[in-house]
Protein backbone atom coordinates (compact mmCIF):
# COMPACT_ATOMS: atom_id res chain seq x y z
CA UNK A 1 0.00 0.00 0.00
CA UNK A 2 1.11 3.51 -0.92
CA UNK A 3 1.23 5.73 2.44
CA UNK A 4 -0.12 9.63 2.00
CA UNK A 5 -0.18 12.14 4.82
CA UNK A 6 -1.80 15.09 5.66
CA UNK A 7 -1.09 18.44 7.83
CA UNK A 8 -2.33 21.94 8.63
CA UNK A 9 -0.11 24.49 8.86
CA UNK A 10 -0.62 28.39 9.82
CA UNK A 11 -3.72 29.24 11.62
CA UNK A 12 -6.11 26.71 12.11
CA UNK A 13 -9.86 27.04 10.64
CA UNK A 14 -13.05 25.18 10.97
CA UNK A 15 -13.17 23.08 8.02
CA UNK A 16 -10.23 21.60 8.85
CA UNK A 17 -11.68 18.67 10.88
CA UNK A 18 -14.25 18.11 8.53
CA UNK A 19 -11.58 17.80 5.99
CA UNK A 20 -9.18 15.62 8.05
CA UNK A 21 -12.13 13.11 8.53
CA UNK A 22 -12.71 12.96 4.62
CA UNK A 23 -8.77 12.90 4.41
CA UNK A 24 -8.65 9.38 6.32
CA UNK A 25 -12.05 7.55 4.92
CA UNK A 26 -11.26 8.43 1.42
CA UNK A 27 -7.60 7.30 1.85
CA UNK A 28 -8.58 3.88 2.72
CA UNK A 29 -11.30 3.56 0.26
CA UNK A 30 -8.52 4.20 -2.56
CA UNK A 31 -6.59 1.58 -0.52
CA UNK A 32 -3.91 3.78 1.10
CA UNK A 33 -2.49 4.19 4.23
CA UNK A 34 -3.36 7.49 5.85
CA UNK A 35 -0.61 9.33 8.34
CA UNK A 36 -1.34 12.03 10.65
CA UNK A 37 1.55 15.01 10.75
CA UNK A 38 0.93 16.75 14.02
CA UNK A 39 2.00 20.66 14.77
CA UNK A 40 2.37 21.22 10.60
CA UNK A 41 5.90 21.40 9.76
CA UNK A 42 6.83 21.56 13.08
CA UNK A 43 5.28 17.96 13.12
CA UNK A 44 7.13 17.07 10.20
CA UNK A 45 10.77 18.45 11.22
CA UNK A 46 9.97 16.40 15.02
CA UNK A 47 8.90 13.24 13.15
CA UNK A 48 5.33 13.44 15.00
CA UNK A 49 4.18 11.63 12.05
CA UNK A 50 1.74 8.74 13.05
CA UNK A 51 -0.62 6.22 11.07
CA UNK A 52 -4.25 7.30 10.76
CA UNK A 53 -7.50 4.88 11.27
CA UNK A 54 -11.18 5.72 11.71
CA UNK A 55 -11.27 5.85 15.67
CA UNK A 56 -8.63 9.14 15.04
CA UNK A 57 -11.76 11.00 12.93
CA UNK A 58 -15.26 9.61 14.98
CA UNK A 59 -16.66 12.34 16.11
CA UNK A 60 -14.70 15.96 14.77
CA UNK A 61 -16.84 16.58 12.18
CA UNK A 62 -18.62 18.98 14.00
CA UNK A 63 -15.52 20.22 15.80
CA UNK A 64 -13.60 23.87 14.96
CA UNK A 65 -9.89 23.53 14.68
CA UNK A 66 -7.67 21.03 13.80
CA UNK A 67 -7.54 17.59 15.88
CA UNK A 68 -4.07 17.18 14.43
CA UNK A 69 -2.63 20.80 15.32
CA UNK A 70 -1.26 23.49 13.91
CA UNK A 71 1.60 25.56 14.04
CA UNK A 72 3.92 28.52 11.77
CA UNK A 73 7.35 27.26 12.05
CA UNK A 74 10.36 29.13 11.61
CA UNK A 75 12.44 25.86 11.83
CA UNK A 76 11.23 25.09 8.37
CA UNK A 77 12.35 28.32 6.53
CA UNK A 78 15.85 27.13 6.67
CA UNK A 79 16.99 24.15 4.62
CA UNK A 80 18.59 22.15 7.17
CA UNK A 81 15.59 21.17 8.63
CA UNK A 82 13.54 21.06 5.94
CA UNK A 83 16.22 18.12 4.48
CA UNK A 84 15.44 16.76 7.47
CA UNK A 85 11.32 16.96 7.28
CA UNK A 86 11.76 15.15 4.17
CA UNK A 87 14.10 12.58 5.61
CA UNK A 88 11.51 11.75 8.55
CA UNK A 89 8.93 11.58 5.38
CA UNK A 90 10.84 9.25 3.66
CA UNK A 91 11.72 6.81 6.74
CA UNK A 92 7.71 6.52 6.41
CA UNK A 93 7.34 5.49 3.05
CA UNK A 94 5.44 8.68 2.86
CA UNK A 95 5.78 9.73 -0.83
CA UNK A 96 2.12 12.27 -0.87
CA UNK A 97 1.52 14.99 0.87
CA UNK A 98 -1.83 16.98 1.35
CA UNK A 99 -1.22 20.32 3.13
CA UNK A 100 -3.94 22.61 4.38
CA UNK A 101 -2.80 26.03 5.35
CA UNK A 102 -3.06 29.90 3.35
CA UNK A 103 -0.65 31.58 1.84
CA UNK A 104 2.79 31.45 3.58
CA UNK A 105 2.40 27.88 3.91
CA UNK A 106 2.06 27.00 0.41
CA UNK A 107 5.02 29.40 -0.08
CA UNK A 108 7.05 26.85 2.13
CA UNK A 109 5.58 23.69 0.60
CA UNK A 110 6.81 25.38 -2.89
CA UNK A 111 10.13 25.84 -1.37
CA UNK A 112 10.15 22.25 -0.24
CA UNK A 113 9.00 20.70 -3.25
CA UNK A 114 12.07 22.41 -5.59
CA UNK A 115 14.33 20.75 -3.35
CA UNK A 116 12.87 17.26 -2.64
CA UNK A 117 10.68 14.46 -4.38
CA UNK A 118 7.62 14.92 -2.64
CA UNK A 119 4.51 15.08 -4.48
CA UNK A 120 1.70 17.12 -2.95
CA UNK A 121 -1.14 18.63 -3.45
CA UNK A 122 -2.47 21.67 -1.24
CA UNK A 123 -6.00 23.03 0.00
CA UNK A 124 -6.57 26.78 0.44
CA UNK A 125 -7.56 27.02 4.14
CA UNK A 126 -7.40 30.33 5.49
CA UNK A 127 -10.04 32.99 6.84
CA UNK A 128 -8.06 35.78 4.86
CA UNK A 129 -9.36 34.18 1.62
CA UNK A 130 -6.23 35.35 -0.05
CA UNK A 131 -4.76 32.44 -1.79
CA UNK A 132 -4.23 33.84 -5.70
CA UNK A 133 -6.55 31.45 -7.84
CA UNK A 134 -8.66 30.21 -5.95
CA UNK A 135 -12.31 31.92 -5.00
CA UNK A 136 -12.27 29.97 -1.67
CA UNK A 137 -10.82 28.46 1.14
CA UNK A 138 -11.84 26.92 4.00
CA UNK A 139 -13.21 28.59 7.01
CA UNK A 140 -14.29 31.44 5.55
CA UNK A 141 -17.93 30.82 5.12
CA UNK A 142 -18.09 29.83 9.06
CA UNK A 143 -16.09 32.87 9.89
CA UNK A 144 -18.89 34.98 7.95
CA UNK A 145 -21.32 33.39 9.62
CA UNK A 146 -19.81 34.18 13.08
CA UNK A 147 -19.27 38.10 12.22
CA UNK A 148 -22.84 38.06 11.05
CA UNK A 149 -24.13 36.89 14.33
CA UNK A 150 -21.88 39.74 15.92
CA UNK A 151 -23.07 42.17 13.80
CA UNK A 152 -26.50 41.19 14.54
CA UNK A 153 -26.21 41.17 18.10
CA UNK A 154 -24.20 44.56 17.99
CA UNK A 155 -26.87 46.05 15.88
CA UNK A 156 -29.73 45.60 18.68
CA UNK A 157 -27.12 47.35 21.54
CA UNK A 158 -26.39 49.78 18.88
CA UNK A 159 -29.86 50.89 18.12
CA UNK A 160 -30.83 50.74 21.58
CA UNK A 161 -28.07 52.82 23.20
CA UNK A 162 -28.01 55.31 19.94
CA UNK A 163 -24.47 54.49 19.81
CA UNK A 164 -21.49 54.25 16.50
CA UNK A 165 -20.08 50.44 16.70
CA UNK A 166 -16.78 50.13 14.94
CA UNK A 167 -16.48 46.43 14.56
CA UNK A 168 -12.76 45.26 13.47
CA UNK A 169 -12.75 42.11 11.26
CA UNK A 170 -9.65 39.71 10.65
CA UNK A 171 -8.18 39.25 7.26
CA UNK A 172 -4.30 40.85 6.82
CA UNK A 173 -4.06 42.90 4.27
CA UNK A 174 -7.12 42.15 2.57
CA UNK A 175 -10.56 43.03 2.84
CA UNK A 176 -12.63 40.56 1.79
CA UNK A 177 -14.16 39.05 5.27
CA UNK A 178 -15.26 42.86 6.16
CA UNK A 179 -16.48 43.61 2.48
CA UNK A 180 -18.62 40.74 2.57
CA UNK A 181 -19.75 41.21 5.93
CA UNK A 182 -20.67 45.02 5.32
CA UNK A 183 -22.68 44.19 1.88
CA UNK A 184 -24.42 41.45 3.94
CA UNK A 185 -25.00 43.42 6.91
CA UNK A 186 -26.80 46.75 6.15
CA UNK A 187 -23.98 48.54 7.87
CA UNK A 188 -23.32 51.93 7.11
CA UNK A 189 -19.21 52.30 6.86
CA UNK A 190 -16.96 49.35 4.94
CA UNK A 191 -12.76 50.50 5.19
CA UNK A 192 -10.35 48.22 3.33
CA UNK A 193 -7.10 48.44 3.06
CA UNK A 194 -8.00 47.80 -1.40
CA UNK A 195 -9.88 51.24 -1.38
CA UNK A 196 -7.99 54.57 -0.56
CA UNK A 197 -10.17 56.49 1.57
CA UNK A 198 -10.72 59.54 4.03
CA UNK A 199 -12.54 60.00 6.79
CA UNK A 200 -13.91 63.24 6.11
CA UNK A 201 -15.29 62.53 2.52
CA UNK A 202 -18.57 60.24 5.21
CA UNK A 203 -18.51 63.22 7.68
CA UNK A 204 -21.20 65.67 5.80
CA UNK A 205 -23.29 62.47 4.78
CA UNK A 206 -23.55 60.62 8.31
CA UNK A 207 -24.11 64.46 10.37
CA UNK A 208 -27.72 64.64 7.41
CA UNK A 209 -28.15 61.34 8.63
CA UNK A 210 -28.69 62.30 12.04
CA UNK A 211 -30.72 64.90 11.26
CA UNK A 212 -32.86 62.99 9.57
CA UNK A 213 -33.39 61.04 12.48
CA UNK A 214 -30.69 57.93 12.34
CA UNK A 215 -29.58 57.05 15.98
CA UNK A 216 -26.73 54.79 15.51
CA UNK A 217 -24.19 53.22 13.23
CA UNK A 218 -22.32 50.14 12.10
CA UNK A 219 -18.48 50.49 10.69
CA UNK A 220 -17.33 46.98 9.30
CA UNK A 221 -13.50 47.38 9.21
CA UNK A 222 -10.49 45.47 7.77
CA UNK A 223 -7.45 44.85 10.31
CA UNK A 224 -5.24 46.02 7.38
CA UNK A 225 -6.44 49.28 7.03
CA UNK A 226 -3.96 52.15 7.83
CA UNK A 227 -5.45 53.52 10.67
CA UNK A 228 -6.11 52.40 14.16
CA UNK A 229 -9.72 51.47 14.61
CA UNK A 230 -9.66 53.02 17.61
CA UNK A 231 -9.22 56.03 15.45
CA UNK A 232 -12.53 55.49 13.91
CA UNK A 233 -13.88 55.30 17.12
CA UNK A 234 -12.45 58.67 17.72
CA UNK A 235 -13.73 59.95 14.55
CA UNK A 236 -17.12 59.11 15.29
CA UNK A 237 -17.29 61.00 18.30
CA UNK A 238 -15.08 63.93 17.83
CA UNK A 239 -16.45 64.98 13.66
CA UNK A 240 -19.78 62.98 14.03
CA UNK A 241 -20.83 63.35 16.90
CA UNK A 242 -22.38 60.31 18.24
CA UNK A 243 -20.96 58.58 21.12
CA UNK A 244 -19.16 55.12 19.98
CA UNK A 245 -17.60 51.84 21.02
CA UNK A 246 -14.93 49.46 19.36
CA UNK A 247 -15.39 45.75 19.29
CA UNK A 248 -12.68 44.03 17.99
CA UNK A 249 -13.97 40.04 16.47
CA UNK A 250 -10.42 38.66 17.13
CA UNK A 251 -10.05 35.17 16.84
CA UNK A 252 -13.51 33.70 17.03
CA UNK A 253 -13.45 34.01 14.01
CA UNK A 254 -11.32 31.12 13.38
CA UNK A 255 -13.03 28.90 15.30
CA UNK A 256 -16.61 27.47 16.29
CA UNK A 257 -18.91 24.49 14.32
CA UNK A 258 -18.47 24.35 10.89
CA UNK A 259 -20.80 25.70 8.98
CA UNK A 260 -22.68 22.89 6.34
CA UNK A 261 -20.95 24.72 3.29
CA UNK A 262 -17.52 24.52 5.00
CA UNK A 263 -18.15 20.52 5.72
CA UNK A 264 -19.10 20.48 2.14
CA UNK A 265 -16.46 21.77 0.57
CA UNK A 266 -13.63 20.28 2.99
CA UNK A 267 -15.24 16.63 1.46
CA UNK A 268 -14.74 18.09 -2.48
CA UNK A 269 -11.03 19.75 -1.93
CA UNK A 270 -10.13 16.19 -0.29
CA UNK A 271 -11.82 14.06 -2.83
CA UNK A 272 -9.93 16.08 -5.26
CA UNK A 273 -6.50 16.44 -3.91
CA UNK A 274 -6.07 12.25 -3.28
CA UNK A 275 -7.34 11.88 -7.00
CA UNK A 276 -5.28 14.30 -8.11
CA UNK A 277 -1.89 12.98 -6.48
CA UNK A 278 -3.42 9.23 -7.61
CA UNK A 279 -3.51 10.03 -11.35
CA UNK A 280 -0.15 11.73 -10.88
CA UNK A 281 -1.02 15.55 -11.11
CA UNK A 282 1.18 16.37 -8.49
CA UNK A 283 2.80 19.96 -6.53
CA UNK A 284 -0.63 21.64 -7.35
CA UNK A 285 -3.06 23.53 -5.65
CA UNK A 286 -6.71 22.94 -5.42
CA UNK A 287 -8.33 25.84 -5.99
CA UNK A 288 -12.08 26.75 -6.48
CA UNK A 289 -13.10 29.08 -9.31
CA UNK A 290 -16.31 30.59 -10.98
CA UNK A 291 -15.31 27.37 -13.34
CA UNK A 292 -15.07 24.98 -10.34
CA UNK A 293 -12.13 22.94 -9.20
CA UNK A 294 -9.14 23.51 -10.83
CA UNK A 295 -5.60 22.32 -9.98
CA UNK A 296 -3.38 25.26 -10.02
CA UNK A 297 0.91 25.04 -10.02
CA UNK A 298 2.13 25.84 -6.70
CA UNK A 299 4.53 28.24 -9.09
CA UNK A 300 1.31 30.14 -10.45
CA UNK A 301 -0.26 30.37 -7.11
CA UNK A 302 2.60 32.12 -4.51
CA UNK A 303 3.60 34.00 -7.07
CA UNK A 304 1.21 36.75 -7.56
CA UNK A 305 -1.03 38.64 -4.57
CA UNK A 306 -4.49 37.72 -4.71
CA UNK A 307 -6.96 40.87 -5.81
CA UNK A 308 -10.37 41.19 -3.83
CA UNK A 309 -13.58 40.55 -6.46
CA UNK A 310 -13.68 44.12 -8.33
CA UNK A 311 -17.38 43.17 -8.45
CA UNK A 312 -17.58 43.12 -4.77
CA UNK A 313 -15.47 46.12 -4.79
CA UNK A 314 -17.76 47.53 -7.13
CA UNK A 315 -20.63 47.47 -4.88
CA UNK A 316 -18.64 49.04 -2.28
CA UNK A 317 -17.98 52.18 -4.57
CA UNK A 318 -21.63 52.67 -5.32
Known amino acids: MRNIAILCSGGDVSGMNPAIKHFVEYALQKGLTPYFVYNGYEGL ?103 KNAIDAIRDTASSFGRAFVIETMGRECGYLALTSYLTSGAELCLIPEKHYTLDEYEAKFKQAMQDGRNYFIAIVAEGIRQDSADIVKWFEKKVGIESRLTVLGHIQRGGNPSVYDRLMAYKFIHHAIDALLDGDSNKVICYTKSGFQNKSINDVVSKTKELDQELLSYLEA
Open 45 to 147: IENNIHEATYSDVAGIINRGGTKIGSARSERFLSERYRSVAYYNLKLLDIDMLIVLGGDGSFRGLDVFSKEHDIKFCGIPATIDNDINQSEYSLGVDTALNII
